[in-house]
């Protein structure tokens, strides 16, 4: 089965620091998903993006996050003044068409200290 | 409540018994799914069902929607030991991009 691809695996970081974060969704998919989880709580959706723009994004999706589709198979989150409460894994999902399943990534773990 | 709540938070089985968790949600839906998470792992989907839908069944799962009551829930027959995870249901409300998740069970299939 095809596969969402996701690096690094593991993100360590200094406050205030600049992060990206990476993603290969399936080639095919037209639907860009970021989600974020702190351990051991909820799955909390953050940005989706759709025909190289935002379609929605969450309260958390504030000034410190953007996401971008460079060149047509990566998909990247930026998060551009870490703050420790962004210490979660981060993850990457798409989908075909809207509303239908997620694949998502196996995630990117970031730690702010 | 928010969107999408499961119970039991966490559920302990024998191998072979059944597991059922539930999930209520607020606002309307096109479809709900379900998806299960390995510990740190990412989340695998496992079922769609649609609004118009009352039951679903793929394998040893069986997913049942209430639309009036705005509640589903997922069964697990014949449970295993490799069934222990981390179950979520999440929602595709209408004109959204996105899916909310709920909080998730912990199952634990003791062998």
């Not at chain 2, 709540?5 to 072979?16: F, K, N, R, T, V």
Request: hydrophobic fraction near 30%.
């Amino acid at each position: 089965e095809p596969e969402v691809t996701q690096t690094p695996s593991h993100q360590v970081t200094q406050m205030g620091q600049e992060v990206i974060l990476r993603c290969v969704p399936i080639s095919n998919h037209l639907y860009f998903y970021w989600y974020r989880q702190i351990l051991g709580q909820k799955v909390e959706f953050l940005v989706s993006f759709y025909n190289n723009e935002i379609s929605e994004k969450s309260e958390i999706f504030d000034d410190q996050f953007s996401v971008e589709r460079p060149d047509g198979s990566n998909f990247t989150l930026k998060i551009r003044s870490t703050k420790l409460e962004d210490s979660a894994m981060y993850f990457c999902a798409s989908s075909g068409p809207v509303g239908e399943k997620l694949f998502f990534g196996s995630g990117t773990q970031l730690s702010v200290l | 409540s928010q969107q999408g709540e499961e119970d039991p938070q966490a559920l302990s089985i024998q191998e072979g018994e059944n597991a059922t968790m539930n999930c209520s949600y607020k606002t309307s839906i096109n479809n709900l799914q379900w998806y299960r998470q390995n510990s740190g792992r990412g989340l695998v989907h496992l079922i769609l069902i649609r609004s118009n839908e009352r039951e679903k069944h793929s394998g040893r799962l069986r997913v049942t929607l209430d639309t009036s009551k705005k509640s589903s829930s997922l069964l697990i027959t014949a449970s295993r030991a490799a069934d222990t995870a981390s179950y979520f249901c999440a929602t595709d409300v209408d004109s959204s991009y996105k899916l909310i998740f709920g909080s998730g069970t912990r199952l634990l299939v003791r062998p």
